[in-house]
């Protein structure tokens, strides 16, 4: 047998192994995984290299073979492109599919939702029962979850009123810590942006005041086009001495007695929030007020009206002097 002869035998049997190597891989890349369980979260760390990457699925209960993976990864140009983050696999996933997944990011995100008018309480318990969540605020009272946010306030003893109402994303078992940290900062920016927007002559020393006045009306009304006059009824009342006289703040020093109505005699048992009993704002907000409150405390309605009563469809009457408002409460409470 000749040497060409040789060489053309060797160099054909090399071009067989190779094309069988190459449909071997296919057919593994193309083939179904087994998982257990059947479904399973895997999270790739930031900063990983392509064979982290595997070893972190592996490691995850995603049985891809690393040294097929990071081939078929950069045979497709894919190894710049694997991206941190939480993902979700199930039973009969194929390795093809597991690279895909992790190249276009399609992280497996949670949320957590926070309403606006929610108290600090309500909130708390919402992030307690998410089951995404790690939960390292259990067991901690209200001022050491501040301080364990770094929060200055942490003073006052409760978060109310500091925590903006929004929809949060996360990758699973992220701490619970860390979706207080983005609500606290996004309310501080809301409210230093609605701070310096603010009207000229507001009757409001600080934003935390602004921010208490936010939080009564985000509890006094529903309908947002209602609330700049809800807003300047208030700020008229702090700036002729008037109590605020609302319910909501007594509702909320009522604590757990409160039953779901008011009578004549909580409103004059005396509590640190009874705006009927005391002059002036609350020592804290009572809600989580959202940016319309926030604006609305900001920018008043120009107007002297003093009163207000529902008409019992979510709006309000607004009055100027007490005979109007009597007459306003004749119609539409007495239904006089």
Known sequence: MSLFTKCFIAGSVAVAIAAAGVAGGYYWARSPLVLSPAQLDVTVKPHSSLRSVTLQLNRG??????????????LLGLQSDLKSGNYEFKSGVTPYEVLQKIARGDVNEYVATIIEGWTFKRMRAELDANPALTHDTAGMSDA????????????LGNGEGLFF?????????????DVYRRAYRLMRLRL?????????????????????????IEKE???KSDRPMVAAVFANRLRVGMPLQTDPTVIYGMGESYAGHIRKKDLQT???YNTYTRMGLPPTPISLPGVASLQAAMNPAQSTALYFVSRGDGSSIFSDTLGDHNKAVDKYIRGQ
Not at 67 to 74: D, G, H, K, S, Y
């Open 221 to 223: 009304t529903g309908k």
């Open 165 to 177: 109402p929004d929809t949060y994303l996360f990758d699973k078992n992220t701490s619970d810590l």
């Open 192 to 216: 230093d942006e609605a701070w310096v927007a603010r009207a000229p002559n507001l009757p409001y020393r600080t934003p935390y005041d602004a921010l208490t006045m936010a939080s009564i």
């Open 61 to 74: 209960g995603v049985p891809v073979e690393p040294e097929l993976f990071i081939v078929m990864t950069r």
């Open 270 to 272: 005396d509590t640190p």
């Open 144 to 155: 050491d979850l501040m301080n364990a946010i770094n929060a200055p306030e942490a003073t």
